[in-house]
T-cell receptor, first 110, second 114 residues
Framework: EDQVTQSPEALRLQEGESSSLNCSYT??????LFWYRQDPGKGPEFLFT???AGEEKEKERLKATLTKKESFLHITAPKPEDSATYLC???????????FGTGTKLQVIP | DADVTQTPRNRITKTGKRIMLECSQT?????MYWYRQDPGLGLRLIYY???????NKGEISDGYSVSRQAQAKFSLSLESAIPNQTALYFC?????????????FGPGTRLLVL
């Protein structure tokens, strides 16, 4: 059974204080690993898809990386508007089921 | 306009009532999904549909049913609502031709069952 574990559950940063969120996974065969941003009461907003170990993708202050066992979402010089819950998910193919982690709640303090 | 829309956005109902949540999409995707989200449990799959004629149960389908009226429309029904069905409900779509098959989510429906 596919598993996704995200850590930490919550993270509080000062504005400008860079950090990383972790997503550890076990799958039978990775078809894609996804990062989403979710604001309270809203739907997950797609950020990145990573396909293979060594791949990296960037968007503004966010950078996602992938190894064979985990993915990191690096946040550089965060701003208060980056405050949200960040979800990680994996697609292992087969019948196309996507497994989600429970998320990391990020709070950036001005 | 949003690619994936859900109605209603908020709903309060009473135990035993039948309710329907609706999802529409303009992304042209064949595959659609219904999830529920509860604090600390993450997103859990209720039903999924790969095309109009193909509907499948997810991990938590008991107490729910779905209807795929067209490629663009996928409805979720609670036949007899109960309080533990209080949750955030999300519809999502995907395209198997897209690498990794990213899912795109609607804004959600907040359901409260009294």
């Amino acid at each position: 059974e596919d598993q996704v574990t995200q850590s930490p559950e919550a993270l509080r940063l000062q504005e400008g204080e860079s950090s990383s969120l972790n997503c550890s996974y076990t799958v039978s065969g990775l078809r894609g690993l996804f990062w989403y941003r979710q604001d309270p009461g809203k739907g997950p907003e797609f950020l990145f898809t990573l396909y293979s170990a060594g791949e990296e993708k960037e968007k503004e202050r966010l950078k996602a990386t992938l190894t064979k066992k985990e993915s990191f979402l690096h946040i550089t010089a965060p701003k208060p508007e980056d405050s949200a819950t960040y979800l990680c998910a994996v697609n292992s193919g087969g019948y196309q089921k996507v497994t989600f982690g429970t998320g990391t709640k990020l709070q950036v303090i001005p | 306009d949003a690619d994936v829309t859900q109605t209603p956005r908020n709903r309060i109902t009473k135990t035993g009532k039948r309710i329907m949540l609706e999802c529409s999409q303009t992304k042209g995707h064949d595959r659609m999904y219904w999830y529920r989200q509860d604090p600390g449990l993450g997103l859990r799959l209720i039903y999924y549909s790969f095309d109009v004629k193909d509907i499948n149960k997810g991990e938590i389908s008991d107490g729910y049913s779905v209807s795929r009226q067209a490629q663009a429309k996928f409805s979720l029904s609670l036949e007899s609502a109960i309080p533990n069905q209080t949750a955030l409900y999300f519809c999502a779509t995907s395209d198997p031709r897209e690498g990794g098959e990213t899912q795109y989510f609607g804004p959600g429906t907040r359901l409260l069952v009294l």
